[in-house]
């Protein structure tokens, strides 16, 4: 039952947030914004595909390896369309102004 109650998961408008160690002696918090996301993968067995649950990597632009792991996901492949919508937003938003910004130049 531990680590049900040891990790707190967050998506918000800002990004993403794994808290890990909640009822431990040493807490990892790890804190990703969408425009930083560099992966998303999707992890499920058979029997996870079966009933639709799964875990979720998600590395970022700061390091080569995966930062945060959403494990125990009800319907992981919304999530994870939800994430990439909002990451491919911010994206295209952000390089319009960019391009913005060198036209006024």
Known sequence: MLPIYDARFTIDNRGLESRIGILSLNQRIVKVRYEDIRSLELNQTLLDRGINVGAIS????????????????????????????????????????????????
């Open 58 to 105: 998600i590395g970022s632009a700061a390091t080569s390896t995966i930062e945060i792991v959403f494990d125990g996901l009800v319907e992981p492949v919304e999530i994870k369309n939800l994430i990439q919508l909002e990451r491919d937003s911010r994206l295209r938003k952000a390089s319009s102004d960019e391009k913005k910004i060198q036209a006024a130049l």
